[in-house]
């Protein structure tokens, strides 16, 4: 998940929708809601993401750009199956956390994008 959040602040970070649809265009399939609110909790503990529900965005932390950057140089958008997860076990075992989306936000996330997807042309 952490590869499918871009933005360093709330201004020009992703919203659900986006994250799941970046998600889907790198691992080709849809996230999962317990998968998403695994990951958050142990990327924020990591001070790699922030967010902010109310505003409906995630994005990387200076921490979280910085560790992107630098692993993801030169290697395209797929190259993150290379870079990311060695770089994440670098920082030891994941702290967990809880973290709850209200009911039905994650569904209406991945129902808009979905609605959009099937607009765009080789997506449905």
Not at 20 to 44: N, Q, S
Not at 80 to 101: E, K, R, S, T, Y
Not at 108 to 116: G, I, P, Y
Request: proline share 7%; net charge neutral.
């Amino acid at each position: 998940m952490f590869a499918a959040i871009e933005g360093r602040n709330p201004d020009d970070g992703y919203a659900l929708r986006q994250v799941i649809a970046k998600g889907d265009g790198i691992y080709h399939a849809v996230m999962t809601e317990p998968e998403f609110t695994t990951a958050v909790p142990r990327l924020i503990n990591a001070g790699l993401i922030g967010c902010d529900l109310v505003a409906d965005r995630y994005w990387h932390t200076a921490a979280g750009h910085d560790l992107y950057t630098r692993r993801m140089k030169r290697r395209g958008l797929f190259g993150w199956i290379h870079a990311i997860p060695p770089a994440l076990d670098c920082l030891g075992p994941p702290q967990n956390g809880q973290w709850v989306l209200a009911p039905g936000v994650f569904e209406r996330a991945v129902r808009q994008w979905q609605d959009r997807a099937s607009e765009i042309p080789g997506t449905a």
